[in-house]
């Protein structure tokens, strides 16, 4: 496995993305967590140094582990990766006026060749993608040239004879067309065969399961998102009938969302599955309440409570499963500190280890979204479930800004049902990132018939998106729109007005709380 030194760069993911693609696994350790021991009981075939806001000269900036460059290792430095290796190894480094450059540039060969530029400049030069303060002035000794820009006179170095390599540009991001060849002929230096697979994966990961938790109880809290999804049937491929799936049903799902997934659960994959119908006790909860914070926190309180409710009543576990990513792991470097800003209280279960005394199984850790979803397919999950768009812990509360009603729910089920038929209808739901209905808290006048109407108006919502961090509206057509607006009003008893929801995010969010 390859390890991935991370200085602080905004884009550190994306060189665990590339290498991913490239079947090499990686992980990514923040510099001031990896130190000798942790480089031995690593054992990286490979390592990477990332990019990072800071200078080497600042104080305390960030600086490689000890014995780093003893491994007899290949490594890769990238940006501040590459001063810090120069800085490190005898060659300087400077700052100040005149040597930022950020963008584009381009890359021109010197003579000597490099294995780690195969299939660069068939065309001469190569576009690279800089963004940088400081910049290398003079190498380390055993260093030479390879590349150099108008701007960076030491674009590409490299001490071929120990596999160093330094670079001042991003590789990793797209505005670097050949930075993913740079990345093979790395990881082919190092001796990868780029054999990590799903297959491999699974094997691996249900091997680790076994170990972990013995012949404990494992309970899991099964929203019937893909990633909770993913992570039960693999610990029940694992430990069999030592796992038991919750279901908590808070009464604020789609439209027979509860009966589908307790059916699909129950019959193709047979986990033993509680289905913890409190409607009641959330609903209840609810009444009255119309505070966004209020609705989240509330939801958030009474799911640990259901869910300790009937984990004690299995008889106890000592291990709780949950669906956690790769991103939600990362820790991030953080020179500015300060905390930021909470616009929403996600609801999550993470609560729940510290309230219950559990232990976790986190089985998709280390994997990125999509990479959970090529799981999910190797697992057999019908492809359907693996593209559904992401449905948010506190369900349809969020999507019924003001006092929520059950008369409500039932009308944004309805409303939201025929939406997305009608964007399934018409091809476009893997296009969209996500897309929902909101009922808006109003009645406006309508007339149908001949009849005055006094109800409900419907907000859509459809963004696209890569991450949920940033999102823009989907552009619909007219027609898709005048038909999905007449046949909400149609079949939806209640609803005599429709809006479309063209905010960005930002500066709105996705869900309207
Ligand atoms: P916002 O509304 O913050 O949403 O732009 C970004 C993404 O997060 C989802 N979301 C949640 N997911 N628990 C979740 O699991 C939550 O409390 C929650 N709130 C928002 C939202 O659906 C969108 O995909």
């Known amino acids: 496995r390859l390890l991935i030194i991370d200085f602080g760069s905004q884009v550190t993911q994306l060189i665990a993305r590339r290498l991913r693609e490239l079947k090499v696994y990686c992980e990514i350790h923040p510099f001031n967590k990896v130190d000798a021991a942790f480089l031995k009981d690593f054992a990286p075939r490979a390592v990477i140094f990332s990019g990072g806001p800071a200078s080497v000269y600042a104080e305390g900036a960030p600086m490689p582990p000890a014995g780093v460059f003893d491994l007899g290792v290949p490594i890769l430095g990238i940006c501040y990766g590459q001063q810090v290796m120069m800085h490190c190894l005898g ?59 108008p701007n960076a006179p030491f674009a590409i170095t490299a001490d071929p004879s120990r596999n160093f390599y330094a670079v001042q540009f991003h590789p990793e991001v797209h505005h670097t067309p050949k930075g993913a060849k740079l990345y093979e002929n790395f990881v082919k230096l190092a001796g990868f065969k780029g054999d990590w697979t799903m297959a491999s994966y699974r094997e691996d990961a249900i091997a680790k399961i076994r170990e972990q938790v013995g012949d404990k109880k494992v309970i899991c809290a099964l929203s019937g998102g893909v990633d ?39 019959e193709a994959y047979n986990l033993p599955l509680i289905h913890a119908d409190e409607s009641d006790l959330f609903l209840g909860a609810l009444e009255g309440v119309s505070d966004p914070e209020v609705k989240r ?27 956690t990513l790769y991103p939600d792991v990362i820790e991030s470097v953080s020179f500015a500190g300060g905390p930021s800003v909470t616009i929403k209280s996600h609801h999550n279960v993470g609560g729940l280890p510290e309230k219950m005394g559990m232990k976790l199984v986190e089985p998709l850790r280390e994997l990125f979204k999509d990479e959970v979803r090529a799981l999910g397919r190797e697992l057999g999950l019908p492809e359907h479930f693996i593209r559904r768009h992401p449905f948010p812990g506190p369900g349809l509360a969020i999507r019924c800004p003001g006092e929520i009603t059950r008369e409500k729910l039932d009308i944004l089920r309805h409303a939201d049902a025929v939406y997305i038929d009608q964007i399934r209808k018409h091809g476009l739901y893997d296009e969209i990132w996500q897309a929902f209905a909101a009922i808006l808290p109003m009645r406006t006048v309508g007339v149908m018939g001949d009849g005055r109407t006094y109800d409900f108006a419907v907000g859509l919502r459809a963004v696209t998106s890569v991450d949920g961090m940033t999102a823009d509206y989907y552009p619909f057509t007219h027609e898709f729109m005048g038909e999905t607006v007449t046949r909400i009003i149609n079949e939806v008893k209640g609803v005599n007005r429709v809006f479309y929801d063209c905010t960005s995010k930002p500066p709105g969010t996705i869900e309207l709380e």
């Open 228 to 266: 909770s999804s993913v992570a039960a049937i693999l610990i029940h491929e694992a430990i069999g009938a030592q796992l038991t799936c919750v279901f908590v049903d808070h009464g604020l799902l789609r439209l027979n969302e509860a009966q589908e997934v307790v059916k699909m659960f129950r």
């Open 297 to 323: 926190k509330t939801i958030g309180k009474l799911f640990i409570d259901v869910f300790d409710k009937h984990a004690k009543a299995i008889g106890g576990a000592e291990f709780l499963a949950q669906g």
């Open 91 to 149: 060659g300087h480094v400077e700052g100040g006026h005149g040597t930022a450059e950020f963008g584009r540039a381009y890359v021109t060969p010197t003579a000597e060749r490099l294995p780690l530029l195969d299939g660069w400049f068939e065309s001469g030069t190569e576009q690279v993608w800089m963004s940088h303060g400081d910049h290398v002035s003079k190498i380390a000794p055993g260093f030479q040239v390879f590349g150099t820009s």
